[in-house]
């Protein structure tokens, strides 16, 4: 088995999460990208925020392969991830 993504979806979250790239939080509430990958021949799924999935696409652009430690991206845009909460919750209003 080799090791590389699985899949990668667009959700809402419904408890907090911690973020793989950045490790700030992801409220529960928060649109966020949920990520299934095999690492060692294991199965493992990782949350990231929708900023960060970009943020990342740009400092590996061009890289075939790459890896990164938990933490090693920063958070591009702080203030968007409780803007995305609010919005969330407003689309869940009747």
């Known amino acids: 088995m080799s090791d590389g993504q699985v899949s990668m979806r667009r959700r809402v979250t419904r408890k907090s999460h911690i973020c793989v790239w950045c490790e700030w939080e992801i409220p529960a509430g928060t649109r966020c990208h949920f990520q299934v990958y095999s690492y060692d021949g294991h199965l493992s799924n990782a949350y990231w925020h929708e900023a960060c999935v970009e943020d990342s696409y740009e400092v ?27 919005l969330c919750a407003a689309e869940a209003q009747p």
Do not use: S, V, W, Y
Not at 61 to 84: C, N, R, S, V, Y
């Open 60 to 86: 590996f652009k061009g890289q075939a392969e790459f890896e990164f430690m938990p933490g090693d991206g920063e958070q591009p845009f702080p203030h968007l991830t409780l803007i995305d909460r609010e």
